[in-house]
């Protein structure tokens, strides 16, 4: 029997081929990509010690996920990465900065004609349309331009113009009765 250490026979451990693969992909990765990251997550957030521990979060993240992540893009994979972590840090830290009524400027008064729910129920309802009309009625209705210089600005025809926002108009007005109704019936109202 040959003295320990000195076997021809090689024992392989268990999973270390596959990990020791693993690890030595990841840092191969991980050297090309960490400048690349390191200028994006800059970019994200402008601080340079904030943007080091996007860097390593996104790095962790990825190595977790390599076997997926390295079967397509990686610097792809952890660009979402960073990118998902800096919105997730921004949406935990920020801080809403309200103004008081009397500092709003005029025509911004909480009165106005256009509450934030009417506004959002309007922009939702506008996405509702297709791109011509969507176009024609925020142009005619809500920029209140002329149907003459609507039309020279799309390239269409006054006839075209004025088909499009009466029939955008009807859509709109379906759309938003139809949550009107909704609503109503949420709250209870007949």
């Avoid at 340079?48 to 860097?55: D, G, N, P, Q, S």
């Avoid at 998902?84 to 801080?95: L, S």
């Avoid at 900065?97 to 922009?123: C, K, N, W, Y």
């Avoid at 791109?131 to 609507?150: A, C, F, G, S, T």
């Amino acid at each position: 029997m040959a003295p320990i250490g000195e076997s021809d026979e090689v024992v392989p451990l268990v999973g270390s081929g596959a990990r020791s693969r693993r690890d030595t992909e990841f840092t191969a990765f991980m050297v090309h990509a960490q400048p690349a990251l390191s200028r994006t997550a800059w970019l994200l957030c402008g601080d340079v010690h904030r943007a080091e521990e996007l860097v390593q979060h996104a790095l962790v993240r990825t190595y977790v996920a390599w076997p997926r992540a390295r079967e397509r893009d990686p610097l792809a994979y952890a660009r979402r990465v960073l990118a998902n972590a800096r919105i997730d840090h921004w949406r935990k830290h920020r801080r809403e900065h309200l103004t008081e009524p009397d500092e709003l400027p005029p025509g911004e008064q909480p009165s106005a004609a256009l509450g934030h729910a009417e506004r959002d129920a309007l922009v939702r309802a506008l996405v509702q349309l297709s791109p011509q009309r969507r176009r024609v009625v925020v142009l005619r209705y809500l920029l209140d331009l002329p149907e003459r210089q609507v039309a020279d600005e799309l390239g269409l025809s006054l006839g075209a113009v004025k088909s499009a926002a009466s029939r955008g108009l009807a859509h709109l007005r379906r759309i938003l009765a139809d949550e009107t109704t909704t609503i109503g019936h949420l709250k209870g109202e007949r």
